[in-house]
């Protein structure tokens, strides 16, 4: 049985398998991922971890925007999976982008290689967890934000180059065909990355983010 429809979607089997995948992958490795601290993940850490890969799931669909051949501009969803590495570590927030990365291929499949799936889903969503980069920084979440979602947008660029330089409107500039990948896929990541920089830096969002900090890591 296919797990690729001729459109290049997903069959009932091929969810089917891809949830499977997603589950097993982020439990095992949470048996054997360690925090910053050097400890193994505890049973609340995996919570704090589930609840912020359903709210990026759930606001992945609060659309403010779409581009016609993919990507869109969201409720803020890009920063759910930041505070996990920001909160944890690198490892703990590439692991839960990761998994991330599998939701989201299962919410708008679209499948023409395996590297392509790579670059479009699974390694450009664990690339938000470099946050944990600026774990201990000051200012690490904005720090760790701005370049989880820069790592996300070169994955982007990367499959651009590879899969999609086919859809390239005819009108855009042949001078500039080089660099369409990185206009068309930073086009909505920054656009997001704005306006959810201009939240986390408004006082009362930034004292509660704190608070959340708190008592996620305590």
Not at 36 to 45: A, D, F, L, P, V
Not at 97 to 118: D, H, T
Request: glycine content about 10%; aromatic content about 16%; charged content about 10%.
């Amino acid at each position: 049985m296919s797990i690729v429809t001729p459109d290049g979607g997903l069959t009932t089997l091929g969810y089917a398998l891809c949830v499977l995948a997603a589950v097993l992958l982020f439990l095992a490795a949470s048996f054997i991922t360690r925090d910053s601290s050097g400890k193994k993940m505890s049973t609340k850490q995996l919570v704090y971890c589930g609840v912020a890969m359903a709210l990026a799931f759930i606001t992945s669909y609060l659309k403010l925007f779409g581009l016609p051949f993919g990507g869109s501009v969201t409720l803020f969803s890009m920063l759910f999976i930041c505070l996990i590495g920001y909160w944890y570590g690198l490892k703990v927030g590439i692991l839960t982008g990761l998994a991330y990365g599998i939701l989201q291929f299962l919410q708008e499949p679209f499948v023409l290689s395996f590297f392509q799936v790579c670059c479009d889903y699974i390694l450009a969503f664990a690339a938000l967890g470099l946050s944990g980069v600026f774990h201990k920084s000051k200012n690490g979440l904005l720090k760790g934000y701005i370049l989880g979602i820069l790592a996300r947008g070169a994955f982007h660029a990367l499959g651009g180059y590879l899969y999609w330089m086919d859809y390239m409107p005819d009108n855009f500039p042949q001078s500039l065909t080089a660099i369409y990948p990185f206009v068309y896929n930073y086009s909505y990541i920054l656009a997001e990355g704005v306006l959810t920089v201009i939240l986390i830096m408004l006082p009362p969002v930034s004292k509660a983010l704190a608070q959340v900090k708190r008592a996620a890591t305590e």
